[in-house]
Structure formats: structure tokens, C-alpha cells
T-cell receptor, first 116, second 117 residues
């Protein structure tokens, strides 16, 4: 079974600054995908960024980037130039490449507040 | 349609009443997943379908919860005799194929907030 842990229940950052959200996971799988989802107050689940475990290069999407450390089973999200619209819950999630019957295992979430 | 449609947005039930939630996956998507997000924000997997067949039901409570995905109908999640602890947001998500996640994300609906009073 897989577990995903987000050790920071809440974080805050000043607008335009950089913040890093932590995520660790535990799995015996060798091939898998990792995701960060954003959930604003509207409840919509928005995919922020995706990382394939077999790729060594860290994924980036505009202001969002990850630090993927496979040996340490760590997958942190860095948000650069934070904007007020980044205020949301952020969920780290895992899915194995094979047998995706439950598709995603989520961490407990980190509430991010961007302050003006 | 191009989005996962969940109805209703909000549902209020008295304890002991039945609740039924609906999900229309994106056309062409063969897999449907139900998740329960409780008030502490944790997501719990409930059940998944491959077309009309149950794919994985390891998260479904044995009693009171049932789900179906029938051809040409929205998928449904039904809770018999609701309890206070069933209060949560229930999300449905769909994807074209199990290995599609390499190329496209899991598409989530906007959820149904169930309040049991």
C-alpha cells in the first residue's frame, strides 16, 4: 500500500515571494507518477504539475516546479512569485504505473495563504 | 461533454434518510472514480468503475454505500440511512483509460457537498 504525507498543514507567504510545500511518500513500486493538485475555495481540483518517476529531470510549469528526490521519496512543490490566486489547499498525490484501481492516493493537504 | 458533471451541488439529509449522488463522466472516458473528502480535507477512495463494471471497491463501506455505472446513464453513489459522519464532499473523477494518466490528467467534477443533520 502507498502512503503520502504532507507535513505542513498550513503555510503562508507574502505576495511575489517563493514558497515550498513538502511531500513524502512511501511505496515499493519502482514506476509511478506523482502529482500536485490545487483546490481553491470553489472546491475544483486543478492539476498543477505532474512528475513521472522514471524521469530524472524535475517537472516545471511556469511558476511551479518540483524537487523530486526518488531515493528519499520526496516530492516538494516550489511556487515562485506567489500570487493572491495561489491561495488554496494543495494536495500531493501518487499513482502506481500498474494497477491503478484507485488511481490516486492523496496526502492530507497543505493550506496555503498568500498575503498581499 | 468535456467536463465531469456532478449533481446536485449540495444535498442536505436528515440522519437516517437516503442520499443519492450522480456523476456524468466525460464522454469517451471508460474509468470513473469516487472519492470522499471529509471535513479535515482528507481524500478517501471509495470505488472505481471500468465502464459498468466495478474495478476496485476496496474503499467502499460494507454497509449503507452502493454505487452503479449503467450504460447511457449517469453513474450514481447511494447512501442508505445516512449518518452524521457521512457529511463530506463527494468527488467523481474520470479518465479515458487506466494508462492515460501518462498523457492526460484525471478529470474531477466539482463535487457534491452532503450535509447530514
Amino acid at each position: 500500500a502507498q502512503t503520502v504525507t504532507q507535513s505542513q498543514p498550513e503555510m503562508s507567504v507574502q505576495e511575489a515571494e517563493t514558497v515550498t510545500l513538502s511531500c513524502t511518500y512511501d511505496t515499493s513500486e519502482s514506476n509511478y507518477y506523482l502529482f500536485w493538485y490545487k483546490q481553491p475555495p470553489s472546491r475544483q481540483m486543478i492539476l498543477v504539475i505532474r512528475q513521472e518517476a522514471y524521469k530524472q529531470q524535475n517537472a516545471t510549469e511556469n511558476r511551479f516546479s518540483v524537487n523530486f528526490q526518488k531515493a528519499a521519496k520526496s516530492f516538494s512543490l516550489k511556487i515562485s512569485d506567489s500570487q493572491l490566486g495561489d491561495t488554496a489547499m494543495y494536495f500531493c498525490a501518487f499513482t502506481p504505473f500498474n494497477n491503478a484501481g484507485n488511481m490516486l492516493t492523496f496526502g492530507g493537504g497543505t493550506r496555503l495563504m498568500v498575503k498581499p | 461533454g468535456e467536463e465531469v458533471a456532478q449533481t446536485p451541488k449540495h444535498l442536505v439529509r436528515g440522519e437516517g434518510q437516503k442520499a443519492k449522488l450522480y456523476c456524468a463522466p466525460i464522454k469517451g472516458h471508460s474509468y470513473v472514480f469516487w472519492y470522499q473528502q471529509v471535513l479535515k480535507n482528507e481524500f478517501k477512495f471509495l470505488i472505481s468503475f471500468q465502464n459498468e463494471n466495478v474495478f476496485d471497491e476496496t474503499g467502499m463501506p460494507k454497509e449503507r454505500f452502493s454505487a452503479k455505472c449503467l450504460p447511457n446513464s449517469p453513474c450514481s453513489l447511494e447512501i442508505q440511512a445516512t449518518k452524521l459522519e457521512d457529511s463530506a464532499v463527494y468527488f467523481c473523477a474520470s479518465i479515458r483509460g487506466i494508462f492515460s494518466i501518462a498523457n492526460s490528467p484525471l478529470h474531477f467534477g466539482n463535487g457534491t457537498r452532503l450535509t447530514v443533520t
